[in-house]
């Protein structure tokens, strides 16, 4: 069966792209609109559960994430591309290079989940673990990641349109396969070339761990933060975003 993607661009750079938890391949905010689709090829993907593929069942993991990724490639004939992760996204990134390291030519983090279990004290597990069936604990764990900076309505957008469009089943089992799995190991040493991307007000996923996980692991690893931004670079800054994403994977 053929896997349902939204595309920008015809390029001959190619693209896969993977959102957040709370995301889909539409909720990228105005970016959509700065992406160069003469030079690139992007193909946003959502996962089983989510967005067009909401019907779709499925285990909900990381690894399925990777198994639709590549077969994705494959429905679109290519042999070889970049990959583009954002949160979540970022750590099933890694999940693909893991699984099929000679076909990824780039990775880009956005504010992305390292390779490690995802530590979390009490407080913050029942927070993320019980978002899944809580609106407030949606809203605030984005408020948290975005610096308790963001307008009061943009939030309310996000939790509205992450109810809307992912199936609580869904939600809750991406979390227990992203923040349990460890790939620290398998990725380690992996010369692939890696941009990360974070914003300056993620209380979350700072530029610090980043440079404790990321640029430890992946020898050819640059860490850049983006000014004005939380964890949502593409929603609150997206043409430093996107000039950032492109140089790096024009060159």
């Known amino acids: 069966m053929a896997i349902a993607h939204r595309r920008i661009g015809t390029g001959p750079v190619r693209v896969i792209v993977l959102h957040d938890w709370f995301g889909t391949s539409a909720n990228w905010g105005s970016v959509l609109d700065h992406f160069d689709p003469e030079g690139f090829s992007y193909a946003f993907l959502d996962y089983r559960g989510y967005g067009e593929r909401r019907d779709v069942t499925g285990r909900h993991t990381l690894p399925e994430i ?20 954002h949160s979540m996204g970022g750590k099933a990134a890694q999940q693909v290079l893991v699984r099929a390291p000679q076909r990824i030519e780039k990775l880009v983090g956005i504010n992305p989940v390292p390779a490690a279990p995802y530590a979390m004290d009490d407080a913050t597990h029942a927070l993320f673990f019980g978002a899944a069936e809580s609106p407030e604990n949606r809203r605030a764990i984005l408020d948290l990641v975005t610096g308790n900076r963001a307008s009061r309505r943009w939030i309310a957008a996000m939790v509205a349109h992450s109810l809307e469009v992912s199936r609580p089943e869904a939600f809750a089992d991406y979390l227990a396969s992203w923040q ?44 850049q933060t983006i000014s004005g931004a939380g964890h949502y670079p593409p929603h609150e800054t997206p043409v430093a975003f996107v000039t950032e994403v492109e140089a790096f994977l024009r060159d």
């Open 66 to 85: 990777a198994d639709d990724v590549l077969e994705l490639a494959d429905q679109l004939g290519w042999d070889t591309f970049s990959l583009l992760g």
């Open 180 to 223: 349990s799995l460890d790939l620290s190991a398998a990725v380690k040493g992996n010369t692939v070339p890696v941009l990360v991307l974070v914003g300056e007000y993620d209380l979350a996923l700072t530029a610090d761990v980043m440079r404790a996980t990321w640029q430890v692991w992946y020898p050819n690893c640059r860490v």
